[in-house]
C-alpha cells in the first residue's frame, strides 16, 4: 500500500494494492501490522452508511472518547474532508479533502482531533468507516459544514441535503476543541 500525508500531515491518503483481472477484483482493506508500521491505530468499530446524491454529513467530531477514523467507499464517490480543531495545532481550522469512490479503492485516515464529513458525489455511496474508539453521543459535536473561516470547498452542484443536527453544526469559533 502507498501511504501519503495530507496537506494535514496528520491526515493520511492510503492507497491499497488492488489485484484486478476478468473476475473483478481483490484489495485488502486493513491489515493490522502494515498499517500500525503507517502510524494508524487499532480499531475498536466499524460503521457503515449508505447515502443518496448530493448528502452531506458531517462535519462531525466527539469532544472525549475522540475517534480515528479510516474512511473507504464501496459502492459510489465520495468527497471525504477532515478539519484540524486541535487549538494548538498550527494547522488549527484548516482542512483538507478527497475523493474516495469504489474505482479509486482509496482509503483516508481522519485522526482524533480532526473533525470528519463527506459529501456524495454519485447517486448513491456506500461509505464504510473504521473507528479507534467507540461511539459515545454525549461528546458528539458537530462543526457547520459552511463554516466561511473554515472554508470548506464541497463539489456539490446542487443544494446539500443535510440531517437535522447538521442544521445546527457550530462555527468554529464558537465550537468546543481540543486542547492538546
Request: a negative charge.
Amino acid at each position: 500500500m502507498e501511504v501519503t500525508p495530507t496537506a494535514l500531515p496528520e491526515v493520511l491518503l492510503i492507497e491499497p494494492r488492488v489485484f484486478e483481472d476478468a473476475r473483478g477484483f481483490f484489495k485488502e482493506t486493513w491489515e493490522s501490522r502494515r498499517y500500525t508500521a503507517a502510524g494508524i491505530p487499532d480499531f475498536v468499530q466499524d460503521n457503515c452508511s449508505r447515502s443518496c446524491r448530493g448528502t452531506l454529513r458531517g462535519l462531525h467530531y466527539q469532544i472525549q472518547h475522540p475517534q480515528g477514523k479510516l474512511v473507504q467507499v464501496f459502492k459510489g464517490e465520495i468527497f471525504d474532508v477532515a478539519v484540524d480543531l486541535r487549538k494548538n495545532s498550527p494547522n488549527f481550522g484548516k482542512w483538507t479533502g478527497a475523493r474516495l469512490s469504489e474505482t479509486n479503492h482509496r482509503q483516508l485516515y481522519v485522526p482524533p482531533g480532526f473533525a470528519h464529513g463527506f459529501c456524495v458525489l454519485s447517486d448513491v455511496a456506500d461509505v464504510f468507516y473504521k473507528c479507534t474508539d467507540i461511539y459515545a453521543p454525549q461528546h458528539e459535536r458537530t462543526l457547520a459544514w459552511n463554516d466561511p473561516t473554515v472554508g470548506v470547498e464541497w463539489p456539490l452542484d446542487i443544494e446539500p441535503i443535510l440531517s437535522a443536527k447538521d442544521q445546527q453544526g457550530q462555527v468554529l469559533a464558537e465550537c468546543d476543541v481540543y486542547s492538546g
